[in-house]
């Protein structure tokens, strides 16, 4: 699925996406994993301070953790990169 479409499943739906369809998207907005620990995948940014932490659950992305990334998109106006 491109990013564009990604992005616009996670506006329409934040409990559908899947787990990696979430990491795909914060990577497209340009997020880096940056350390794992257990369940929990944390990713930096480098014009963003805080820290995005996803899950998955039996494949799916916490909706709440979805919901953060979409607001952390609209605070720091995080732009999808270039669809190669």
Known sequence: MNRRRLLEKALASPK???FDEAVALAEA???RL?????SHHI????DVPELLNLQTVRGK???????????LVERYNLQLGDEA
Request: net charge positive.
């Open 29 to 31: 907005l340009g997020f």
């Open 61 to 71: 992305a916490k909706p709440y953790q979805v919901s953060q990334l979409l607001k």
């Open 43 to 46: 990713f930096v940014h480098q």
């Open 34 to 38: 940056a350390r794992t620990s257990g």
């Open 16 to 18: 559908s996406l899947r």
